[in-house]
């Protein structure tokens, strides 16, 4: 097997692939170009959207290359792919905007030069298609019985799906096309719900290029996906009580990013050092089999350096231990800012809960209260009419206020 093919399967980025034993055959006889696609739905991606850029590194480092697709054109109908409900449609500025976003992100993460990795977007080809040529040339290509027995077609028949969200499968098939005749693209890698697109693609290529015959060497085109990661405790990879774990800062700050690794199920830890890392699978070994809360915090450090850099991975370990242990800075923990004149005659300790955005509702935070999970400056508060004032601060005049064992913040009154 190719070590390439190998080192995805032994890291988890297997669920299924057109033809192994070819591609495989056809990587070992020199590097193959290779391509992922998102689509522009929101500013920033999230870690879920990652797992195939990952793979995308890893690729690269046996020499293959890679191009990332931005879907500034399929992102105007959206797939329907995992999806119970149609998408929301957005208009061309925004995603435009996404694109210029989630290109920059990528580059961040990928290293674009053009060669070895490179980004394109697919409105330079889709935007402005004459839809009958489209129709004769491409659709004609396809049975829509073929298309309904879709695993992704058939989940969404129940609910209903739009004719727009039916031809969203062409246009991804035909950017596999087009991909694989400018660039040579013969692979397309994605998550276990692309599968259906991807073959759509595959065949494509064969039906344009390879007419009814067997394909020839030069036009071989294949697909490989990734299972669907899950967590051990059944939410979705890359969820937490708070929405999405994004990689714009702006919209997951850092902290929050370090801790949602950090708090991972004990039973994941290995599994997301394997994917979202790039350590040797000896050393993960190593790190997983001595101490599990060491082991947690080695994950969050890695994947937020990986990420965001190797400083504000600093920064963010700094703040965990200054939070749980004496040994950090709480100069790094998550900051809430208050003016001093609200403490002058106290604040209650529900209404300091909920400005603090440590619980949703001010009834949340006096159950908080009520079922001892608050405490201020390691002071439990028991007493939903307690009043919080200047004399309650520690040393440096700061709060550091928690609620339960993982939620805090520090709160800094100007």
């Keep these: 097997m190719n070590k390439a093919i190998e080192t995805l399967q ?14 495989s055959k056809k990587m070992d006889q020199g590097p193959v170009t290779f391509y992922v696609g998102c ?26 290359k890679g191009i990332a697709l931005v879907g500034g054109g399929t992102g105007r109908i959206g797939d329907p792919s995992g999806k119970t409900e149609m998408r929301k449609m957005l208009d061309y500025s925004q995603i435009n905007d996404n694109v210029k976003k989630i290109t920059a992100q990528l580059d961040t993460f990928l290293g674009f030069d053009g060669d070895k990795a490179r980004a394109v977007d ?12 489209f129709l004769r040339d491409i659709g004609s290509c396809f049975s829509v019985n073929r298309m309904l027995t879709n695993e992704e077609y058939k989940l969404r028949l129940e609910r209903g799906l739009s004719f727009i969200e039916f031809n969203y499968q062409l246009l991804q098939a035909f950017d596999f096309l087009n991909l694989h005749e400018k660039y040579g693209a013969c692979l397309q890698i994605g998550g276990a719900d692309q599968w259906g697109n991807i073959t759509a693609g595959v065949d494509l290529i064969r039906r344009k290029l390879g007419g009814t015959s067997e394909l020839n060497e030069e036009h071989q085109s294949f697909g490989l996906t990734f299972p ?8 979705k990879m890359g969820k937490s009580e708070k929405g999405a774990i994004f990689l714009d800062k702006e919209l997951t700050p ?6 949602y690794w950090r708090n991972v199920p004990d039973a994941d830890v290995r599994k997301f ?15 997983c089999s001595a101490d599990i809360n060491a082991a947690k915090e080695r994950l969050a450090w890695e994947v937020t350096a ?18 749980f242990s004496s040994g950090g800075d709480k100069q790094h923990m998550p900051t809430v800012e208050l003016s001093k004149a609200d403490f002058e005659s106290g604040m209650n300790v529900c209404d300091l809960y909920f400005t603090c955005k440590l619980c949703a509702t001010k009834s949340d935070a006096r159950r908080l209260v009520q079922q001892g999970g608050a405490s201020i400056n390691g002071k439990n508060i028991s007493d939903v009419k307690a009043v919080i ?12 206020v928690r609620a339960g064992k993982k939620k805090f913040c520090r709160l800094v009154l100007k």
């Design 10 to 23: 032994a890291r988890g980025f297997f669920n299924q692939c057109t033809d192994l034993e070819a591609l």
């Design 39 to 64: 689509d522009p739905t929101g500013p920033s991606l999230h870690i879920g959207h990652m797992v195939p850029f990952f793979a995308f590194r890893h690729l690269m480092k046996f020499g293959h």
């Design 122 to 133: 697919n409105a330079d080809w889709l935007a402005n298609l004459n839809y009958i040529d």
């Design 228 to 235: 669907l990661i899950m967590r051990a405790d059944g939410k």
């Design 254 to 259: 850092v902290f929050d990013f370090f801790q």
């Design 273 to 287: 050092f394997l994917l979202f890392t790039f350590l040797e699978i000896e050393e993960i070994d190593a790190i």
């Design 306 to 323: 990986v990420i965001h850099g190797k400083e504000e991975a600093d920064k963010a370990l700094a703040g965990a231990k200054a939070a």
């Design 389 to 400: 004032t200047l004399s309650d601060a520690d040393e440096d005049g700061d709060f550091v």
